[in-house]
């Protein structure tokens, strides 16, 4: 029974990582919203709403680098339309300054990949987040 | 032969008297009163600051391409079914801005949407939403643009095709969609609410882009604040309304939170023009965010026009 479940769970993420790889609107989404539940954690703990976690903290900023370094390549000219994406032309008109942004929100998440209080943790959290409001303002359309 | 020529005749006379008509009706100072400015107490140059930033107004005026906000050369370009505009230098400059301007030149032109030349402006620049702020609080917003910097140069001319192109037109725009009153507040709301009605749709001129517009490009008035297919292009403008796409399960709360740091409930990060805005609205005090979120509650369900 245990095998089974393990077998079917292995296929099922097997599945999902091709069907990812074959979709990159479908990949970017679920990475931009893992971007998303890492800033709910985060702006949790800016707000004190949990308590400050070390270790939560940097979780947040690994989740930041890894998207940045990963969504510059989820834009193959194949993927312009489809699957009610907000991927404004832009992108594809000024790949130099959509890479370039990436390079920026890169550089300041792993600012706070080593936070170890309250204090330095909301510095680097709000230079992060900063960057989205900046990057969906010139390379996403309005939804 | 006679009856042919009578005809004509009365044709051409008919022909003249709609000019005519069409030349009065279309008047600057018939279709747009003055409004009455009387003696103002000194400007509150705080106030002028806040409305100015809630209004939105570097976010079209502001020179583009470089960074101060407060520069405000013009030269951005608007797109639009009817044509592309491009917001004018409002800076202090005497020659190229509006420094040679008088506090009646500036309140006619936000609250009546006429230049001091006496032309119309086209209601690309939200005089439709301006209006409702009253004499004083515009007088407070042009004293505070007195205080920046002025700025050379002039927008280049707006690209409008045929009829569009004629000032008049507008005129008869006015006579059929523009009103021109000042914000009432509604004495059975309590004051936060009337704080959030007049900074949602006067300043703040958020129905501007998030309600469908009709093919003369007025708003609908049916389905305000209802979204829509973006006007300058590609994507959709979201539903505001308490429908349940539109902020129906948001609370007041979350509205506010946005409306400060851009992020949704889901903590998605709000995109396109509405970043410039939230930059602009994250400056005001937490009283009147709070103020808007209470009025946008109050708003009824309404279903927006789908793709």
Partial sequence: MIRTVLVAGVLGLGLTAVLAQSDPIAERRNTMKAV????????????????????????????????????????????????????SPKIWEDQAGFKAAFVKFEADASAGASVTDLAGFRTAFGNATKNCGGCHETYRVKK | MLRLRRLLVTLVLLAAAGLGGFYVLTDPR???????????????????????????????????????????????????????FHAPNISPHTRDGIGNWGVKDFVDAMATGVSPAGQHYYPAFPYTSYRLMPPKALADIFAYIRTLAPVEGRAPAHELPFPFNIRRVVGGWKLLFFEGAAFKPDPT??????????????????????SSRNALGAIVQATRFAGGPDPEGKGTVPNITQAPDGLGKWSKEEIAELLKTGFTPSFDSVGGTMAAVVRNMAQLPDSDRMAMAEYLKSLPAVQGPTK
């Fill in chain 1, 36 to 87: 998303g539940g890492a800033t709910r954690d985060g702006a949790a703990m800016a707000k004190g709403e949990v308590a400050f976690d070390a270790s939560k903290a940097q979780a947040v900023f690994k989740v930041y680098s890894d998207a940045a370094k990963k969504m510059p390549g989820l834009f193959p000219d194949s993927s312009k339309t489809g699957g009610e994406t907000t991927a």
């Fill in chain 2, 30 to 84: 018939v279709v747009s009163p003055s409004p009455e400015i009387g003696t103002l107490p000194a400007p509150d140059l705080e106030n002028g600051k806040l409305l100015f930033t809630a209004g939105g107004c570097a976010s079209c005026h502001a020179t583009p391409n470089q960074d101060d906000k407060l520069r405000l050369g013009g030269g951005l370009a608007l797109g639009s079914p009817f044509g592309t």
């Fill in chain 2, 189 to 210: 709301r309590s004051e936060a609410w009337n704080r959030g009605a007049y900074l949602v749709n006067g300043p703040g001129h958020c129905a501007e882009c998030h």
